[in-house]
């Protein structure tokens, strides 16, 4: 089992920035891909970032130039930056650790909140 713990929400004004965190523990050793999605009012969750354990990174277009993230092994978190935020990034973000088998392990955070004001 992995738990993982996010921090780092609030709000911001549009252009503004935050950096998210994620603490995981437990057994994190199987652990293939970490991520970050997010839930908007009304929307489905979707992915916004996501990196590899090999350091292979992956974006959404929105995120691409505004969103960095990355991974602290030695203190087992994940963090994204977020950059020239807008209104329409108002949403609840997810940290997400995946297994990847024959069966994909998906592992997620309370959320945090992110309010991006006009």
């Known amino acids: 089992q992995v738990q993982l713990v996010e921090s780092g929400g609030g709000l911001v004004r549009a252009g503004g920035s935050l950096r998210l965190s994620c603490a995981a523990s437990g057994d994190t050793g199987d652990i293939d891909v970490w991520g970050w999605y997010r839930r908007a009012p009304g929307k489905q969750r979707e992915v916004v970032a996501q990196?590899?354990?090999?350091?292979?990174?992956y974006y959404v277009e929105f995120a691409k130039g505004r969103f960095t993230i990355s991974r602290d092994n030695a203190r087992n978190t994940v963090t994204m930056e977020m950059n020239n935020l807008k209104p329409e990034d108002t949403a609840v973000y997810y940290c997400n650790a995946a297994e990847l088998g024959t069966y994909i392990t998906n592992y997620w955070g309370q959320g945090t909140q992110v309010t991006v004001s006009s």
């Open positions: 990196i590899e354990t090999n350091g292979k990174l």
